[in-house]
């Protein structure tokens, strides 16, 4: 797995049809205890003894049914034989299984806290007459406890699809946008064009103020792309200083006004941590493409651009192949 999955705040497994662990990426590792990871072992080896038996029952049926699987709790055991609770989202492509593991300790401490004070709520209303006061006060406790565990769920829930730095749309969220993209061009035959942006010198940037001023401009760059970007497009960070700019609904041309728009505005404005520019490469889809065939283009352009002098915007041509 790449540097930016090995280091996403969630585990990620990748098993064969028959649940043996083929790949895993270094979070996963850690919650295990297994700093290289672990391959050639069957998952529910790596399961408690209950979660095992319901790993067994259900997970190999439903994704035989169903193709994937949403929100599976599972307790996994730790190298040193702590067990630790998880939600388990997965999905099937092809021969191979894809799980996202986040761990669920707080959230698992949250419900046992919500129990222990139903069962307390549920006890003292047997006798009403004498603890209505303390009904009052568990009743406030419970709807406190509930509160922070929506809040808690909703935070996970951005977590997952959320750059942690920029605040803008992680891979994973612009992974399942193109994939919408890619449909709707599929079925209704609906254009869009991809554009791959790089912070031009951005290394000189690090070089010279230190990784805290580049930490600085990433974040600037993602709030002013959010802020400039059309209605119904899409831009989040893939990593490093590369973002991508997802244009629904135009050719190459319509995006090639509006990659330059961005990088213009990028060239004028005053930056408060230090100035840039940026250069852009824009790739259309066409009939047959998969997500990866368009970046690898949309790459192509983008190094087409930096290679003709930076701060530009460059549009796919077949010769970029050579």
């Avoid at 700093?35 to 209950?50: A, K």
């Avoid at 991508?244 to 990659?259: N, R």
């Amino acid at each position: 797995m790449n540097r930016l999955y090995d280091e996403l705040p969630c585990g990620l497994l990748e098993l064969d049809m028959n649940g043996n662990i083929l790949e895993m990426n270094n979070t996963m590792g850690r919650l295990l205890g297994h700093e290289t990871g672990i391959t050639n072992t069957h998952m529910h080896d790596m399961l408690t003894r209950p979660s095992r038996i319901y790993f067994q029952t259900y997970f190999a049926p439903l994704m035989m049914v169903h193709g994937e699987i949403a929100e599976m709790h599972l307790v996994f055991r730790h190298r040193d034989g702590t067990a630790f609770p998880v939600l388990v989202n997965a999905m099937r492509q092809e021969d191979r299984i894809l799980c996202a593991l986040v761990k669920m300790t707080q959230r698992e401490a949250y419900e046992q806290e919500l129990m222990h004070a139903k069962r307390q709520s549920e006890q003292v209303l047997e006798d009403k007459d004498t603890a209505f006061r303390e009904l009052q006060t568990l009743m406030r406790e419970y709807e406190d406890k509930r509160r922070e565990l929506i809040e808690l769920n909703q935070k996970l829930s951005r977590l997952s699809i959320t750059d942690e730095l920029t605040g803008l749309p992680n891979r994973r969220f612009l992974e399942e946008r193109l994939k919408s993209l890619l449909h709707a061009a599929y079925v209704n035959h609906v254009p869009f064009s991809v554009m791959l942006l790089d912070i031009d010198h951005f290394k000189m940037v690090n070089d010279r103020y230190g990784h805290h001023v580049g930490d600085d401009v990433l974040r600037e760059l993602g709030r002013e792309l959010q802020a400039i970007i059309r209605e119904g497009d899409t831009v989040g960070r893939l990593g490093g200083e590369e973002f991508l700019v997802l244009f629904s609904s135009v050719d190459s041309v319509q995006a090639e006004v509006a990659g330059n728009d961005i990088r213009l505005h990028m060239s004028k404005r005053e930056w408060e941590s230090c100035p840039i520019t940026i250069s852009g490469g824009i790739a259309q889809w066409r009939a047959g493409d998969s997500a990866e065939s368009l970046l690898q283009r949309a790459d192509r352009a983008l190094y087409a651009a930096k290679n003709g002098g930076r701060n530009q915007i460059a549009i796919y041509k077949e010769e970029m192949d050579v």
